[in-house]
């Protein structure tokens, strides 16, 4: 696929600065497309930023719907991107698995999320012939002995938040008229419309995914940049340096 490059004016919005000598990628939700990860950060290696420091920031939902959850993980866990600082947030799909590991209960409305998928790709399989209660007790034990060591610990050690420069790296958003440091977990992996619909100046520009437009959302407070990958193929990485703002896509 052809890769697409756009310089974006911000015309009468504020403007936001990344950190000096920094460039930073800010790569959208990612939902088992490890084809379009492996292309992002090819796209990200030869994007020709001189500067000093680059930073890759992962806004979260790794897995879930697409077919290769297991294979997003394995690659970012290989370090694909020698000489970047890489940032790895939590999203809510990963919210779903680690409590599923926990609760067993959570599993119906997880797999309604896309979390069938995710086991398919560990290669836990969704038998019937059981009680649900059963069934999902059966699942959780499987998926338990099939996770491998480190993607435990690398969706143990995924952030809340980001800072770089002027801007704030959440996955679904924050609550308007909050604090940063008083934002809870509920709101920065699940808020919608009150964030979205929120002219509120937060302190910072938000980047953010959780919320599907057809291309990046640029507003005065906030970037969108999920693309819907698992379904449109267009992964997207914002990329953010000086004052600049320009979009990598698949």
């Known amino acids: 696929m052809p890769a697409v490059l756009k310089r974006l004016f911000s015309g009468a919005r504020r403007t936001f600065r990344a950190p000096p000598n920094s460039c930073i990628y800010a790569i959208?939700?990612?939902?088992?497309?490890?084809?379009?990860?492996?292309?992002?950060y090819r796209r990200i290696r030869t994007d020709g930023s001189k500067a000093e420091r680059r930073?890759?920031?992962?806004?979260?939902?790794?897995?879930?719907?697409?077919?290769?959850?297991?294979?997003?993980?394995?690659?970012?866990?290989?370090?694909?991107?020698?000489?970047?600082?890489?940032?790895?947030?939590?999203?809510n799909h990963e919210q779903f698995m680690m409590d599923f590991l926990h609760n067993a209960a959570v599993g119906p409305v997880w797999f309604m999320n896309?979390?069938?998928?995710?086991?398919?790709?560990?290669?836990?399989?969704?038998?019937?012939?059981?009680?649900?209660?059963?069934?999902?007790?059966?699942?959780?034990?499987?998926?338990?002995?099939?996770l491998p060591p480190e993607h435990r610990t690398f969706l143990n050690t995924l952030k809340l938040m980001h800072r770089?420069?002027?801007?704030?790296f959440v996955h679904a958003g924050i609550r308007p008229g909050a604090a940063l440091e008083a934002q809870?977990?509920?709101?920065?992996?699940?808020?919608?419309?009150?964030?979205l619909d929120s002219g509120t100046n937060h302190g910072?520009?938000?980047?953010?995914?959780?919320t599907i437009t057809d291309q990046p959302e640029f507003k005065k407070n906030r970037?969108?940049?999920?693309?819907?990958?698992?379904?449109?193929?267009?992964?997207?990485?914002l990329v953010l340096e000086g004052e600049d703002q320009r979009v990598l896509q698949t």
Do not use: N
Request: some cysteine; charged content about 25%; proline content about 2%.
């Open 184 to 195: 809870v977990p509920e709101d920065v992996l699940w808020i919608r419309e009150e964030f």
């Open 204 to 210: 910072a520009c938000v980047v953010h995914g959780h």
């Open 55 to 91: 930073v890759v920031v992962h806004v979260g939902d790794y897995v879930d719907r697409g077919d290769q959850s297991r294979a997003v993980i394995d690659l970012i866990l290989s370090k694909p991107l020698a000489g970047f600082q890489c940032v790895h947030l939590l999203g």
């Open 28 to 40: 959208g939700d990612i939902h088992g497309r490890a084809d379009l990860l492996s292309e992002v």
């Open 164 to 168: 770089e420069g002027d801007y704030l």
């Open 223 to 237: 970037i969108g940049i999920d693309t819907g990958a698992f379904m449109s193929g267009r992964l997207t990485c």
């Open 114 to 146: 896309g979390g069938d998928a995710t086991l398919a790709s560990y290669r836990v399989a969704l038998k019937g012939g059981d009680t649900r209660e059963a069934m999902m007790l059966r699942l959780q034990q499987d998926f338990r002995e099939k």
